[in-house]
């Protein structure tokens, strides 16, 4: 991949955007977020993807020479549609992507982090969506996720003004999850990610699986998921070795089966 490299850690896969100067996610940067799928979905060394910018920032949004070569308002809905998808897969992929944001995640940088599973921001970050500026709007699912994070009220204020929050009043809002110092951002957010990847890999996709519901607001659907849900995860290997381990005061060695 030209803009995305990555390198394995203690189970994590730690993913970097670099297309300076700012990440702007160009179509070629996005096919490379759903190659990084791609490459880590059967790898049973990784557990966890932690994805961070190179340089100043997480990404300060779409490429914009690029919308200059588009024509026609049905390639720009196709663009849109396509970009939507890659994201959706970020959102219900089976292992925890985790984005550690500095500098700025605008635009479609912002929709890519929100995508993600969880957010760990710089104090000072600027998260924002500043479409309706270039008189557009988010086109990457950015309109939808953002209310579920904010609430309608404050995302049609980050909308329409187009003024982007620090990462401070994002963690206050429950947009990101914690904010750290700019020299911590990477090592905390790697140090919680480690922690997840140490639990049974079987119960992390089934728990990623059910918040799902919670998203789309099903309830009744949702509970009764997770009941069939819970039969599974009980019967795995993993669920074995968890309850053995507790019983026996040790550290679970989970395999994922």
């Known amino acids: 991949m030209e803009f995305i490299s990555w390198k394995k850690e203690d189970g994590i896969a730690i993913a970097t955007i670099n ?10 940067l996005i096919l490379e977020v759903d190659a990084l799928l791609d490459e880590v979905k059967n790898d049973s060394d990784v557990r ?7 340089g100043r920032f ?9 919308f200059t070569e588009v024509s026609s308002g049905e390639e720009f809905s196709k663009l ?3 970009g939507q998808a890659v994201f959706e897969r970020v959102e219900t992929f089976h292992k925890p992507v985790i984005a550690a944001i500095h500098g700025a995640a605008l635009g479609g940088g912002l929709e890519l982090a929100m995508s993600c599973h969880m957010r760990f921001v710089t104090e000072n970050a600027k998260l924002g969506l500043p479409e309706l500026q270039l008189g557009l709007i988010p086109g990457f699912a950015g309109t ?3 209310p579920r994070y904010v609430g309608v009220a404050k995302a049609a204020e980050m909308l329409l003004t187009s003024d982007p929050i620090t990462g401070e009043e994002a963690v206050q809002l429950g947009l990101a999850n ?19 990847a140490k639990k049974s890999p079987v119960s992390v ?3 990623i699986d059910m918040l799902q519901y919670s998203k789309r607001g099903a309830f009744e659907e949702g509970v009764k998921a997770e009941a069939d849900s819970f039969g599974t995860v009980f019967v795995s ?3 074995k070795e968890g309850i053995s381990a507790f019983l026996e005061k040790r550290e679970a060695q989970f395999k994922g089966k």
């Open 19 to 28: 297309r300076p100067p700012a990440n702007a996610l160009s179509r070629a």
């Open 48 to 54: 966890a993807i932690v994805l961070h910018g190179e």
């Open 58 to 66: 997480f990404s300060a949004g779409a490429d914009i020479k690029e």
């Open 80 to 82: 849109s549609a396509s």
């Open 144 to 146: 939808q996720r953002l």
């Open 178 to 196: 914690r904010s750290f110092g700019e020299e911590d951002l990477l090592s905390q957010t790697l140090s919680i990610a480690k922690k997840i």
């Open 205 to 207: 996709k089934a728990a």
């Open 237 to 239: 290997e993993d669920a």
